[in-house]
Every structure is written in structure tokens, then in C-alpha cells.
């Protein structure tokens, strides 16, 4: 018989966030452990009465669970990881992603969103890379990996590797190496690289091993395409560029040119990768430089489309205030120089910042610049990174699309 999981009893009161089905419990919430479980065991969690109220993997940090199944009878086996997993693919299936020639890279699993706090797994072409961010998610990883081999099935998936080194929590001890945890020993060679990959329909080259996060912003699928819808005819800033998503969209879209900024030389050499692929017939400028310095600098009316997508500002609430503050300086720069009758592209992914804040810091920099701008667009994150209706955090991605005048 299987010993049963460390029992945790939650403080009075504090079962009611997961009685609405929020996915985390937070140290404090906790008044006791019947034995003391280590970080990324398997947890049970009961309320101060007594009563089961959900299971999890247990963590180290603020967040002290992440709530795996409301389900007393729900047990957490390879069957669990396989059933979930083949839930998130059946969402991607729904969203028409898993079979569509022109996009063969999406986010198959998003945390929260997919009912599976704490990880992450992306798609690109028939590779699949894992990010764990809970100590939990990474002992599981080869049963993850077995999971998606049954999902995908060894036509569709060659490889899968783990690209947590970067995401687990700092003081968990594990030291992890990023690695394939799988990989098929097919020994015909692949005809192509493996690692390029198309969004719709435009090529672009993966670098899961050596880029940030997993490799590519899959988050601004549905926002690049509106770039290249605006693009034609413009000159196009295209500022903390990284991999040259919205470049890319900008130049096929019709640009007359295209500016890519980025502070990381590593990031210029895949951006210009990417620009080649695409074999463009308009001049098309990298340059690794500061983006509020550039933009500060720039001649007046260079750009009549300008994209702002940087880094999140606010990682945690305590950085909030200068965050808010950072959004405002940026975007005051660039509506200071942008010509009447051009469109601003501006985001923010920082989770802490909702939605009102971040449209109040551009409000703030549209007024210090002392321009008229109208809303044309109020974007997000695509559908392939969905938000738990528990769990509003999840909804980081905010975008304003401006008209200058
Ligand atoms: N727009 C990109 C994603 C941006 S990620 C896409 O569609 O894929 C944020 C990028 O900002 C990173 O590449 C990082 O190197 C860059 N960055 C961070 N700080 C910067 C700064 N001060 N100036 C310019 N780029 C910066």
C-alpha cells in the first residue's frame, strides 16, 4: 500500500480562494503538516475543519502549492500527466495549430491556464521543450516526456528537451542542465533543420538551446500579424526586437523599411538570421542600443509605425511603482517623435501590471508628450496561452495599438 501524501491544514478561512479554484495557496495560509514535506512532494491539503480541498506540488517560496486536482480520488500517476496533456492538445487541436502546414510552432502548455501550474511546453515542429517552474513539474519531467511521446506519437515528435535551468526556483538546490530527455535515434539525417520552424507562413529559426525563454516569443503571434497588416507603406521601428518577430511580419507586409533595436548582440545575430530567411527587397537595419536611448535620439518623424514590446519591468507588486514609471518614460519618448497620422505599437508582459495600469501609464505618456492618440486596438495573449478564469494573473500580455495625431 502506498503511504499516504503529507497532510497540510490551512489556517480558518483560508480555504476559500481554492473553494473558488484558485491554483495557489501561499505560505501563510498554512497552520500545520502532520509530517514535513520537501520542496516539489506531492501534497494534500485540507481546511481547518477537516475536510479534503485539493492536492498539489509543494514549493519553497511565497507560493507554498500549486493545486494540481480538487479531486480527492484523483491521483497524480503517469496516467494523470498523459490525461491532462492530451486535454491541453485537444485545446490546441481545437485552435487548429496542431495541423496547419503555416504554423508549426504554439504553446501546447501554459500553465495555469492548461490546469498545470508551474509548467510550461512549447512546440516547434517536431521538437518539444519543457520549462519547469516549480521544483514539482521538474521531477516529473520524464514522465512529461513520455507523456507527449504517447500525445504526439513518433512520426510527430523527434525530440523533447528540458530548458529549465533558467525557470526553477534559485534556492532549489538542483543545479539542472538544460537537456534532451529524449530523442529519436532515427538514423536518417532530417532533411531540414530541425529548427525551422513557420508562424504563418513566415520561416523562422528556433534556437531552444542557446535563446531566451524557450527559445521564441510565441506570445505575439496574433499581434505581429497585425503588424504586418498595418506595415505597408511605413517605416517601421521595431524596438527590443529579440528574434525579429514583428520585423519579419513588418518587412513581408509591405514596409518601405525596417529598424530593429535590441541592447543583446546575441539577439541582433537572430534577428538578422530570421530577416535573411525571409530574403526581404527593403532596407532592413539592426542595431544593438539601448531602446529608450535610440528612441530619445531619433530624428523627429523617422517612423510612422513604432513597436515598444520590452522585457517585463514589474517581475513582483513591489517593483510596480517603477515599473508604471518605465512604461510612461518609453512611450513619452516615442509619441514625442512620431508623426501625425503613425501608429504606435505598444505592450507590456508584466504580470503585476494590469490591464488599467498599463492603459493609464500610456494615458500619462501620451499627455507629458502633449499628442492626441486614439485606441485602435486593445490586445492580448493568443488563445494558445489561455487564461484560467481562477486565475487572472495568468492574463500577463497587454497592447495598445495608438493612432498619432
Ligand atoms: N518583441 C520580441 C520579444 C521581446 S523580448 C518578439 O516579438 O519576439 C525583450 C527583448 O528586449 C530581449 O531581446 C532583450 O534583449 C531586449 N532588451 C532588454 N532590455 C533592453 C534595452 N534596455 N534596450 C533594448 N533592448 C532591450
Sequence with gaps: MTQPLPRLT???????????????????????????????????????????IARGHC???????????????????????????????????TLRLTDTPSTTCYR???GEG???????????????????????????RHQLAH?????????????????????????SG???????????????PHPLDPRLVLENSHPFRADWEGGQKTGFFLDQRDNRALVGHYARGRRVLNTFCYTGGFSV??????????????????????????????????????LVADALAYVRQMPPDAYDLV????????????ALPNALQGYKRLNAAALEKMPAGSLLFTFSCSQAVSREQFRLAVFSAAAQAGRRVRILHQLTQPADHPVNIYHPEGEYLKGLVLYVE
Design 114 to 140: 492548461d490546469n498545470l501550474p508551474g509548467l510550461v511546453i512549447d512546440i516547434y515542429g517536431t521538437t518539444a521543450v519543457i520549462q519547469a517552474h516549480s521544483v514539482g513539474m521538474y521531477l516529473v
Design 307 to 318: 513597436i515598444l514590446d520590452p522585457p517585463a519591468f514589474a517581475k513582483h507588486q513591489k
Design 10 to 52: 490551512l489556517r480558518p478561512g483560508k480555504e476559500q480562494s481554492l473553494q473558488r479554484r484558485h491554483p495557489w495557496v501561499f505560505s501563510g495560509a498554512i497552520s500545520r503538516a502532520d509530517r514535513q514535506p520537501q520542496e516539489g512532494d506531492l501534497v494534500d491539503l485540507y481546511t481547518s475543519t477537516g475536510d479534503f
Design 59 to 93: 514549493g519553497i517560496g511565497s507560493i507554498a502549492v500549486r493545486i494540481l486536482t480538487f479531486d480527492p480520488a484523483e491521483t497524480i500517476d503517469p496516467d494523470f500527466w498523459h490525461r491532462r496533456l492530451q486535454a491541453a492538445y485537444r485545446l490546441r487541436q
Design 147 to 171: 507523456a507527449l511521446r504517447t500525445v504526439y506519437g513518433p512520426e510527430r515528435l523527434h525530440a523533447v528537451y528540458d530548458k529549465s535551468s533558467g525557470t526553477l526556483p534559485p534556492k
Design 249 to 286: 511580419y513588418a518587412l513581408r507586409g509591405g514596409a518601405l523599411s525596417v529598424d530593429s533595436v535590441d541592447s543583446s548582440e546575441k539577439a541582433i545575430r537572430l534577428c538578422t538570421e530570421n530577416i535573411a530567411l525571409s530574403t526581404p527587397t527593403v532596407p532592413h537595419r539592426e
Design 174 to 188: 538542483l543545479d539542472p542542465v538544460d537537456s534532451y530527455l529524449w530523442r529519436t535515434d532515427d538514423p536518417t
Design 108 to 110: 501546447l502548455v501554459h
